[in-house]
């Protein structure tokens, strides 16, 4: 676990767009290719831009990643070291300018690369950096974030839940808040139909006291109500809902691991070439 110096406590406040970006990639890169690592303004740009692992996509040139470095600079989250020969190379001190540790930090740099998501992406995604096994393990993870102010909840916490980071501008922060309605949607109350009287029974040789009705031509009889929800029907949207959640998993783990080979192989190539 990374120490995080107890006399200064964390530094952190809301970033602009592009500098989360940045951030974000120096996270993942420090973690997923640490031979490549620190990087270098080229290699930020590229990282930055990169279409896997990514929300919303982005076209960086290098005076918007120039920008954003100094600005990360000035506030203490990175450090521009002088490499080999002329090549600046630049590193995070994100574990002590959020006050996180390893894993939590991890999930912070997914959150910054795609912004909300659900909590089973979450876990999938930030596992190619550090091993979330199960939910269960990411749930603490994710209490403490929130409790710091790290992290929010987009949606009710429970199953199926959207969260994102708290490193927004606060006017950022309040259109992707509307954009998941703040919470999820009611179910509407289906009210069940009333009972049906039983039929009056007629004597032989009696007229009945009024006679039946005549559907109207053009007139269709309303149908009947829909039964009540059971107890069966939401344990079977919550398997649904489950099946859906491990199905995104296996998806972003495959996605992960092709763009981590990806990776891999360019920064192999750089070192060729460079």
Excluded: C
């Excluded at 592009?18 to 640490?34: D, F, H, I, Q």
């Excluded at 999930?107 to 795609?114: F, I, N, S, W, Y």
């Excluded at 596992?127 to 992290?151: C, F, H, W, Y």
């Excluded at 909840?153 to 199953?159: E, I, S």
């Amino acid at each position: 676990m990374q120490a995080v110096d107890p006399g200064e406590g964390p530094k952190w406040k809301p970033l602009e767009r592009n500098e989360r970006r940045v951030l974000g990639v120096l996270v993942e890169k420090a973690k997923t290719t640490p031979s490549a690592y620190p990087l270098t303004l080229n290699a930020l740009r590229t990282g930055s831009n990169q279409k896997s692992n990514r929300f919303p996509s982005m076209e960086l040139e290098e005076h918007h990643i120039e920008d954003a470095v100094e600005s990360l600079q000035k506030q203490g989250a990175v450090t521009r070291l002088q490499g080999d020969g002329r090549t600046e190379k630049f590193r995070h001190h994100a574990y002590e300018w959020l006050g996180v540790d390893k894993v939590e930090l991890a999930v912070m740099a997914e959150l910054l690369l795609r912004g909300a998501q659900t909590l089973g992406e979450l876990r999938a995604r930030a596992s190619r950096m550090e091993p979330i096994k199960t939910q269960g393990d990411l749930q603490p993870i994710v209490n403490a974030l929130v409790e710091r102010g790290l992290m929010v909840y987009l949606t009710p916490p429970g199953r199926g839940a959207v969260v994102t980071h708290n490193l927004y501008q606060p006017q950022e922060l309040e259109k992707v808040q509307r954009e998941h309605g703040g919470g999820l949607p009611s179910q509407p109350v289906v009210q069940p139909a009333p009972p049906t009287p039983p039929p009056t029974s007629v004597r032989p040789n009696e007229a009945p006291s009024a006679a039946p009705e005549v559907m109207q031509p053009g007139f269709r009889e309303d149908p009947p109500a829909p039964a009540p929800r059971t107890a069966d029907d939401s344990d079977l949207r919550d398997q649904i809902e489950q099946l859906r959640g491990e199905l995104a998993e296996l998806r972003e783990e495959y996605k992960s691991e092709v763009a981590d080979l990806r990776s891999e192989l360019e920064d192999v190539l750089r070192q060729l070439t460079g």
